[in-house]
């Protein structure tokens, strides 16, 4: 929002309106006149008619500086969410900008295009709708979903076998056409990550084993009829435990049990990330766990469960010179740049990686803060089982 409109004294003194009454319940005020006082003027009429909204982004103006009433304000309504937010974001880089509903039991989620939200469970596939969850699919164990808009493709993880069907039968009228359309395309799946790569959209299918993991890429094409269906492009193993992967234009990042490798699917060509020897670790710290890999600009962000550095294109470590580091050990990431969210069993940590500095710590309550999703939206669930998605402020 603009900060001239919000402190434009010239359209706020041009306004036509009086400043209406606060409704008052005729019950709430007790009457201490007697019948012997007929001069005693009656309670002026309840009046329904709202603040402007001009005097009502005025008011929340003088609250710039009140955390506490900034959030308060921001859940009225949704009129008050859009100038309460701007003045928050001053305060409080990452705020939640959207409430899903309560569920304990919500293993993953993805957000969609129309605002809806998908959800994974232990017994199946759920829609939001109308602050209700509707069940799509009745599935065992579902730990990750994602979709395809462009192909209207719909991926489901339950259990270890991988599914897709078409999207817009999730979001339709009757969504028990959706599991008569499934289509299995792996039956032995770990995880699983889509995205752009050589200008393909390509889903890459991860089988971990105890010594090696197998990864197995497959492109998402259009056929014929109009449908969209998967058909294998590359395959390749690495000789050790994979926790993520992470596909980018013409490479692919995987976090090993033992750090990192960055392969070209085309020439099979593998290197390790960060090229260069790690720097000791303090005297009695335990032994860091690779965890994630984004690529920022022409840079690698490294994230260790307790540290996050950069490195260049040819693998040169920046750890050195620039480093962020914590203290309790984080397992899942999100990258909204300039901000790298961590999430470890006390709660949520956000650094500017531009800066080198931690801007904001939320503290976990009853269970922790879980991270459902990262892309298009990040939801997480708290431990009281609400579901939020995140915003970041804008980079400044």
């Known amino acids: 929002m603009d900060r001239s409109r919000l402190f434009d004294f010239a359209s706020l003194a041009a306004l036509k309106h009086t400043r209406p009454r606060l409704p008052t319940r005729a019950t709430s005020v007790p009457n201490f006149y007697t019948p012997e006082s007929p001069h005693v003027p009656s309670p ?24 506490t009433a900034l959030i308060a304000s921001s859940t009225v309504c949704r009129s008050w969410f859009p100038t309460s937010r701007y003045h928050l974001y001053t305060l409080l880089p990452v705020i939640p900008v959207a409430v899903g509903e309560s569920c304990r039991k919500v ?13 994974g469970t232990n017994n199946g596939l759920y829609l939001s709708c109308n602050h209700k969850l509707l069940r799509v699919l009745k599935l065992p164990a579902v730990s990750q979903i994602d979709v395809l808009p462009t192909h209207d493709l719909l991926l489901v993880l339950s259990g270890r076998r991988l599914l897709v069907g078409p999207l817009h039968l999730a979001t339709g009228a009757d969504p028990a056409l959706l599991y008569r ?17 050589g200008g393909k959209r390509v889903v890459c299918v991860v089988h971990t084993g105890r010594f090696s993991s197998h990864f197995k890429l497959l492109e998402a094409v259009q056929l014929p009829a109009g449908a969209s269906a998967f058909k294998p492009y590359r395959s390749f193993y690495l000789p050790d435990h994979a926790h993520s992967v992470h596909i980018w234009n013409k490479t692919i990042g995987a976090a090993l049990r033992r750090g990192f490798q960055c392969v070209d699917p085309v020439s099979l060509v593998t290197f390790p990330v960060p090229v260069g020897p790690a720097p000791p670790l303090p005297e009695g710290a335990p032994p860091r766990k690779p965890r994630a890999l984004f690529r920022v600009d022409e840079r690698f962000l490294v994230c260790y469960d307790r540290c996050a550095f950069f490195m260049d294109k040819a693998g040169a470590s920046s750890e050195h010179a ?18 790298l969210l961590a999430f470890s069993a006390v709660g949520m940590h956000a650094w500017r990686v531009d800066r080198g500095v931690c801007v904001q710590t939320v503290l976990a309550r009853g269970g922790g803060i879980r991270l459902l999703a990262s892309a298009p939206r990040i939801l997480v669930r708290l431990g009281d089982g609400r579901v939020l998605a995140l915003g970041c402020a804008a980079e400044g």
């Open 107 to 119: 293993n993953t989620a993805v957000a969609l295009a129309d605002d809806g939200i998908l959800y």
């Open 44 to 67: 002026p009429p309840l009046s329904n008619q709202p603040l402007p909204i001009e005097i009502v982004e005025r008011i929340i103006d003088f609250l710039h500086a009140d955390k």
């Open 322 to 339: 620039f480093a962020l580091r914590w203290v309790d050990a984080a397992k899942q990431f999100a990258l909204h740049y300039p901000y």
């Open 181 to 197: 359309r499934l289509v299995v395309l792996s039956t032995d799946a770990s995880f699983f990550q889509a995205a752009e790569h």
